[in-house]
């Protein structure tokens, strides 16, 4: 079977996570692509060999032959794209945040419930070798109990004056960039946190949105996670945890990195780096195929929500 999937939005994610990674799967094909400009989107059909480009997205989503949306927009257009998404039937990959509200999230849950169709949450991370490796080794007990465990990542997504700043296509800055995918590696390794300590602060640029926050969560009374996202901080991309024997230490270890390194214990383990966008588009393919969830659903996309709008919630 071969999947037709539609780009929805010409920017860094759909360009350098998205496009490679497709090049890369035989029985999936790029078949059209969302733009708000009619100029910009030929061109960049033209430079991707895609066949077709649309300003608008009801046009897009009424071709027969096409499978499945994967969503590269804004945050605060998520919840619209996916919805009419739903409507047509479309499968859907979302990208990280799944929106901006838990309401938001709970829409498009009715909508994605309705239709009955895939839907993939794009927390990629969850494929990524290194923080793989971490997961296996939680799994397998090769750690012991975790007591603690902390994770620092910074966005290259530092303009005051992009969307993610300014307010109007989000709610989050740093959180949206980089918040929510610690919160999900954490997630993914220890459950639902149940309560939780923030600080949000906009210390360099008065942004609206948040550009430096960092959250304890507390794992079922056994976990302390700390996290710090930042739009601000020089480039810091670790990830550490402990039990009270071992411990995992991971550097550039999120996003679409060749450079990850792993130590367990403090020796040096082995991992080879891959695009997590090819298994996360692997992963949602077989979803398809198979008709079962991928490894990142919407509850793990509304969960998220909920802890970085409870993150940002009167913290000073
Ligand atoms: N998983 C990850 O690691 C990861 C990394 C980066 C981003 N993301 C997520 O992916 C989504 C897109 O991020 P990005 O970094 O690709 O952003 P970006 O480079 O700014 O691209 C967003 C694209 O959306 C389209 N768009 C439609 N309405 C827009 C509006 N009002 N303002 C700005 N752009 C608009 C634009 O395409 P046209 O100009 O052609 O309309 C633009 O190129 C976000 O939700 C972000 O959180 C995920």
Redo the contacts with the bound molecule.
């Keep these: 079977m071969t999947l037709n999937v539609a780009l929805l ?6 360009e350098y ?1 998205y496009i490679p990674a497709i090049n890369k799967i035989d029985d999936v094909n790029i078949i059209s692509v ?4 009619d100029l ?2 030929s061109e ?1 059909a033209i430079k991707h060999s895609i066949p077709r480009a649309y300003v608008e997205i009801d046009d897009l989503l009424g071709e027969k032959n096409l499978d499945a949306v994967i969503v ?4 605060r ?2 919840e619209e794209q996916v919805i009419k998404s739903c409507r047509a039937k479309k499968h859907i990959l979302c ?3 799944m929106s901006t509200s838990v309401k938001s999230c709970e829409n498009m849950i009715t909508e994605i419930e309705k239709a009955g169709i895939i839907f993939g949450m ?1 927390h ?1 991370n969850r494929f990524n070798a290194g923080l793989r490796y971490i997961k296996d080794a939680l799994d397998s007990n090769l750690i012991g109990q975790v007591y603690y465990a902390r994770a620092m990542l910074t966005t290259q ?1 530092n303009d005051p004056s ?2 993610r700043a300014l307010g109007k ?1 989000s709610k989050f800055w740093a959180m ?2 980089t918040g929510a ?1 610690m919160i999900d590696i954490f997630r993914w390794y220890f459950g639902e946190p149940k309560k939780m300590k923030k600080i949000s602060l906009s210390p360099k640029f008065g942004s609206i949105n948040d550009e430096i926050t960092t959250l304890s969560l507390n794992f079922n009374e056994k976990v302390v996670c700390d996290i710090t996202a930042s739009a601000i901080l020089p480039p810091i991309n670790r990830i550490e945890i402990y039990s009270n024997e071992s411990s995992i230490i991971g550097e550039n270890v999120f ?1 679409i990195r060749t450079d990850e390194k792993i130590y367990h214990n403090n020796e040096k383990i082995m991992i080879e780096p891959i695009s997590s966008f090819f298994g996360e588009v692997v992963d949602f393919t077989n979803a398809i195929i198979k008709n079962v969830e991928p490894r990142s659903t919407y509850k793990d996309g509304i969960e998220n929500i909920r802890i970085m709008t409870d993150a940002l919630a009167d913290s000073s």
Excluded: M, V
């Design positions: 939005g010409t920017g860094r994610i759909a996570g969302l733009s708000r400009n910009k989107g960049f590269c927009t804004p945050d257009l998520h990208e990280k945040p794009a990629n997504q992009g969307w296509e949206s960039a995918h996003g």
